[in-house]
């Protein structure tokens, strides 16, 4: 039998040692006091930056956060028909939204990277927020390999991309903390007002346990 190297990795973090926030199935693990995720399978930790998007809506219900990928982007068309590439040019974003959470049922709740990237919303970060981030299961490597037909399935939508050809240049990469209300059976998007059903998102009794601060009791 071939000997085995297993490696335990301590989920403390590296700037300030505090314990990790994280579910078990997670890929990145967070610091609540350094806003800052881990990937807990590279070696060392790839560290991303954690930012928490402002609700703009209103709603006398539990605020929920869920982290999605926000790539920063310079997206260039090339073509020869001259008409459709004018016509993809004006909706090509500056930004795109990759969920990082786990989500089925995309053919009856609707695939929600294709809803943000038809959509343009500038989002405002809080500041100071100190707060647990959990239920990451796509790491920002993972999330990147769909960018490219996220974007073009987007651009579909609006004009036929068949013969274009789409050049991506990510400029920066951004873990989210994005806010839905809890309203009975629904999550609704606290920025767009989006809704869909709670059952759609796995994890999300613990999601819930951690942030009400019970996970660790």
């Known amino acids: 039998m071939a000997d085995r190297a297993v490696r335990i990795a301590a989920c403390t973090c590296s700037r300030c040692g505090a314990e990790l926030d994280g579910l078990d199935n997670d890929r990145i693990f967070t610091c609540r006091r350094c ?3 881990f990937d807990v399978f590279t070696e060392p930790f790839r560290i991303h930056p954690i930012r928490f998007v402002e609700p703009v809506l209103r709603e006398p219900a539990p605020l ?6 926000q790539f920063l ?19 090509l974003p500056e930004s795109l939204l990759v969920i ?5 049922g995309w053919s009856v709740f609707g695939n929600l990277n294709l809803l943000y990237a038809n959509r343009r919303v500038d989002l405002k970060y809080a500041e100071g927020v100190s ?7 796509r790491t920002g490597l993972a999330a990147q390999s769909l960018v490219d037909y996220i974007l073009l399935a987007a651009i579909d939508r609006t004009v036929d991309v068949t013969g274009l050809t789409l050049e991506i240049h990510t400029d920066q990469l951004l873990l989210l903390g994005y806010p839905y209300y809890e309203l009975d059976s629904r999550l609704k998007d606290a920025v767009s007002g989006d809704e869909f059903r709670c059952i759609a998102v796995d994890d999300l009794a613990e999601i819930r346990a951690i942030e009400a601060g019970t996970s660790r009791d």
Do not use: Q
């Open 35 to 37: 806003s800052i995720g």
């Open 64 to 69: 929920i956060y869920l982290p999605i990928w």
């Open 73 to 91: 982007i310079r997206a260039e068309i090339h073509g020869n028909d001259s008409s459709r590439l004018e016509k993809a040019k004006t909706v």
């Open 100 to 104: 990082a959470f786990k989500m089925h």
């Open 131 to 137: 707060r647990p981030l959990v239920g990451c299961r």
